[in-house]
């Protein structure tokens, strides 16, 4: 009995060692088991793949950015770093006949301060890494010129958020609902238009929560609050915050208010001025309307993905596209 013990040891010990050692043993292991036909692997060439895996993936890892206060730029978004999930992207690999080009898998990893842990303070773009910027629309007038531009929104698939004054939301509630229907985002931008910053606390809280309000009868809430004008102070900073919504101004402003102020201008404002992270302010006028499509395209033609303010400022990573290279 003990003869036929030790005869079984090493094969027993060989084979534990190399399910632990290599992924595709242990996958054959379990094929066996289950009765399917065997698979035929190799074990100089799994523990290249692995090895080359593990050198990719290296190359490959971006380390997360944290949220933080910048001297000019005020609250600055994190921006998730990015690493190879090794077995992953082993595993689908080994699925190709030729284990080539290696089938790179990706997860993110997530900084550790975040935005929220930042508390009152003005945003005024997203993260420098983060090749994503959005259009702030700010709607407090008029609806003339709405249909054209969400019809050009639609057509060139780009979502935005706008951020609605609550007086013209009052009369104007199936508008609204459009805009939800459609895919954009909703921002408060206060009920009837006072410069924030010359006003009670109490009236600050009444601007806000009375838009609010409206908002949430669409069903919705918003998370931004873009005080008229761009006027603001602790108190609107710290209502806001009492209200959970983060008050956001703009990287690159349209001017587009401004009668003087023709398409043209507003393109090249915007192609001289966006970058990474930009939030770009306009308004629903017959002159952004004449000017956006080109806006688009000039974006897009910079490596710029189009999304809302809360894609822009999350954390969450820009998808990357895979160039095919094996490393």
Do not use: C
Request: charged residues 25%.
């Amino acid at each position: 009995m003990r003869r036929l013990q030790k005869r079984w040891l090493i094969p027993v010990m060989i084979i534990v060692w190399l399910a632990a050692y290599s992924p595709s043993v242990t996958a054959y292991v379990q094929t066996v088991k289950s009765g399917a036909p065997k698979p035929v692997f190799n074990l100089r060439q799994d523990h290249e793949l692995q090895k080359m895996i593990e050198q990719g993936a290296r190359v490959r890892y971006e380390p997360p950015v944290n949220a933080r206060v910048d001297r000019v730029w005020k609250a600055i978004p994190g921006y998730n770093g990015i690493e190879v999930d090794q077995d992953a992207t082993y595993r689908l690999t080994v699925k190709q006949k030729k284990k080539k080009p290696i089938r790179w898998v990706y997860r993110e990893v997530a900084p550790q301060v975040t935005m929220d842990q930042l508390g009152a303070q003005p945003i005024y773009r997203g993260n420098e890494k983060k090749p994503m910027v959005a259009f702030m629309i700010n709607v407090a007038w008029g609806t003339k010129h709405l249909p054209r531009m969400l019809e050009i929104l639609k057509e060139e698939g780009v979502h935005a958020t706008f951020f609605l004054d609550g007086s013209w939301l009052k009369k104007h509630p199936n508008r609204a609902k459009k805009l939800i229907r459609e895919g954009h985002e909703i921002g408060n931008h206060g009920y009837s238009h006072p410069m924030m910053s010359r006003v009670s606390r109490q009236r600050v809280q009444s601007e806000i929560r009375k838009t609010e309000d409206l908002i949430n009868q669409l069903g919705v809430s918003s998370h931004y609050f873009a005080p008229p004008a761009g006027d603001f102070n602790r108190i609107v900073l710290e209502e806001a915050h009492q209200m959970k919504m983060k008050t956001v101004l703009w990287t690159v402003d349209t001017v587009d208010w401004r009668k003087s102020v023709t398409p043209e201008m507003i393109n090249q404002r915007v192609a001289n001025k966006v970058s990474n992270g930009s939030l770009i302010l306009m308004h629903p006028t017959s002159r952004t309307v004449e000017a956006l499509p080109k806006m688009i395209r000039t974006i897009k033609k910079k490596g710029l993905k189009l999304g809302t303010v809360d894609e822009v400022l999350s954390p969450r990573r820009v998808k990357p596209v895979e160039d095919g290279k094996s490393f």
